[in-house]
């Protein structure tokens, strides 16, 4: 297993794309819709390879806070996780651990913290993957209970 970062390019954007026709298929994400290649463009992208097998992705761009809010102070340089995905077969073997602290080591020098906002249907398990096993913190969740 290979971790590594990668630019984008028509090749990697096809790659890419077909793992997200996965994840879409998969149905484990409210509201997921597979990646386009203007998703993609201008972000920066990891990869976990197997021989030559993109299993699992993460992908991100910087971004700059605009006000102060309970967590971080306007102007705060981040690192905004849009998507990591591991393939099913791929799973429960840290492939997604590797790629987030790669990930984090190599933004580090440029950023004071890393967010996303995940939305899985299995928020126990996406809960306990970021926080107990992340180190990430909680800070807020939009609740919804459909009526009738």
């Known amino acids: 297993m290979t971790i590594k970062e990668i630019g984008y390019s028509e090749r990697v954007a096809v790659r890419l794309i077909a793992l997200s026709e996965e994840w879409e298929r998969e149905n484990s994400c409210y509201g997921y819709r597979r990646n386009s290649a203007d998703d993609l463009k201008e972000k920066r992208i990891f990869v976990a390879e197997d021989n030559d097998l993109i299993c699992g992705y993460l992908f991100g761009h910087r971004t700059t806070t605009e006000k102060d809010t309970s967590i971080y102070k306007a102007g705060t340089s981040c690192f905004e996780?849009?998507?990591?995905?591991v393939k099913a077969q791929y799973r429960n073997r840290g492939v997604g651990k590797k790629?987030?602290?790669?990930a984090e080591k190599a933004v580090s020098p440029d950023v004071d913290m890393i967010m996303l906002t995940a939305a899985a249907k299995n928020f126990r398990a996406v809960l306990h993957f970021y926080i107990d096993e992340l180190g990430m913190d909680f800070w807020s969740a939009r609740l919804f209970k459909r009526i009738g």
């Not at 790629?99 to 790669?102: A, D, G, I």
């Open 99 to 102: 790629l987030f602290l790669y």
């Open 81 to 85: 996780i849009d998507e990591l995905y």
